[in-house]
């Protein structure tokens, strides 16, 4: 018989433009879930929350390690399991020659440190304190499922906006999210073929525009996160319980807010915001991060002749890094090098709370009571199968049912084989 190990995060971002309710709730209740039906030893769940005190914060840095170390010691006959509450947030691609969508799916962890790894690696002869951190789009958790040995299964339930298709390559069984992005692919029509000299053009600009916004004050106006919108209800359909009713996604606007107050920078923009993660974070930034400035950092010296000023406390920083990169492994980004890298994800389960271009709710009952809709939904399904067992396609298609009826018009998805659709939900 094997283990049966997890990691829960619940992120609430307390005090901040972003503040949620729920997700503490949707972790404790998981919790009771995982041992009471499932039959986890408590000393095999992790669990990190913030505003809870007897737990690790949920910071970038905290929540890879304990993913990390969830999987490396991951045997054949295992049971692993992820739970994710909290914010979702799609930030904008480095470039857009190889996306599909445009933007990089992402988790946000309480300390903001968060960015696309579609090559971090972590380096396993380093101390899990110096392990090198980022949060969590889809080839992070890509890279993190093709780990997995066979025989052992990974599920994760991500209830948070914009979080189908985390796990890339893996076949979609219930949703859009893919079909979505071959539909706005076939929109754009067919590009053009550029060489690597136009490559690197296009890669410089866009280093320019990020390191420029470091150095130049730029008053930006942003935009308060909405926490009484219909936080994707609809108001014809049947009425929940819920009496507040926001949603999981955070705006980019509000993102750079948070980011300004936790950094005390004023400048951050739409093109700083990886160079001010690296700033900020340093030695725990993600290793694409410090990939993609030091590519800067070169690019702007060869095309001045001389090192800009401007790069000098970054040479500085990135000199007592091991970091080596060129310019086309930045610029690879989703394409096919980079693909080629990662290994298909076989033995991973996701259940996404909604669609890559949806939201999922956030609700609060009228007698003060919290939860993500997916999550409630979960139990509300568990609950009323008793002992008897779920798969993972008819959870799925029963919590679209339930949130529908409820008036929630987020869908969940499922992503995994066609094997794994038809296994119990988590063991």
Do not use: W
């Not at 609430?12 to 209740?29: F, H, I, Q, S, W």
């Not at 725990?284 to 790069?311: I, N, Q, T, Y």
């Not at 000098?312 to 920083?317: G, I, N």
């Not at 994800?345 to 609700?363: F, W, Y």
């Amino acid at each position: 018989m094997g283990q049966k190990r997890a990691v829960l995060v619940g992120i609430n971002y307390p005090g901040t433009e972003g503040e949620l309710k729920g997700c503490l709730n949707d972790v404790a209740r998981m919790r009771r879930c995982l041992v009471d039906r499932f039959g986890f030893d408590e000393a095999g769940i992790r669990v990190l929350a913030d505003a809870d005190p007897t737990t690790p914060p949920p910071t970038g840095a905290n929540i890879r390690t304990e993913l990390e170390r969830l999987v490396t010691g991951a045997r054949p006959g295992d049971f692993l399991f992820f739970h994710y509450s909290g914010h979702g947030l799609q930030l904008p691609a480095e470039t857009g020659e190889d996306d599909d969508t445009g933007y990089d799916e992402c988790i946000v962890p309480c300390d903001l440190n968060l960015i696309k790894g579609d090559s971090d690696k972590i380096h396993q002869h380093k101390e899990p304190s110096k392990l090198s951190c980022a949060l969590t789009a889809d080839q992070d958790f890509t890279e993190l499922v093709a780990k997995v040995p066979d025989g052992c299964l990974f599920t994760m339930v991500s209830d948070s906006c914009h979080s189908g298709g985390l796990i890339d390559k893996t076949k979609e069984q219930i949703g859009n999210s893919t079909k979505q992005s071959k539909i706005q692919q076939r929109e754009r029509g067919p590009r053009p073929p550029s060489d690597a000299g136009g490559a690197r053009s296009s890669l410089l600009r866009i280093l320019r525009g990020a390191f420029e916004s470091l150095v130049i004050h730029r008053c930006g106006q942003g935009h308060h996160h909405n926490q009484t919108g219909s936080g994707g209800r609809d108001p014809d359909a049947e009425t929940t319980s819920a009496s507040v009713v926001s949603n999981r996604s955070l705006p980019l606007s509000t993102f750079i807010e948070m980011l300004r107050d936790r950094t005390g920078k004023h400048d951050v923009g739409v093109g700083s915001i990886r160079t001010t993660l690296f700033h900020h974070f340093g030695e725990e930034a993600s290793p694409k991060v410090k990939r993609f400035v030091k590519a800067m950092v070169g690019k702007l010296r060869h095309e001045d002749g001389k090192e800009p000023v401007r790069s000098q406390a970054l040479r500085e920083v990135m000199l007592e890094q091991d970091v080596h990169c060129s310019v086309e492994e930045v610029y690879a980004g989703t394409g096919a090098a980079a693909a080629a890298r990662v290994a298909v994800p076989r033995n991973g389960v996701l259940i996404s709370g909604c669609q890559t271009d949806e939201t999922s709710a956030d609700a609060t009952t009228p007698d003060g009571t919290s939860y993500g809709a997916l999550s409630n939904a979960i139990q509300a399904i568990l609950g009323g199968k008793r002992r008897g067992t779920v798969t993972n396609r008819e959870l799925v298609v029963r919590a679209r049912e339930l949130l529908s009826k409820e008036g929630y018009t987020q869908q969940p998805g499922l992503y995994c084989s066609d094997e794994h659709a038809k296994l119990p939900f988590i063991c």
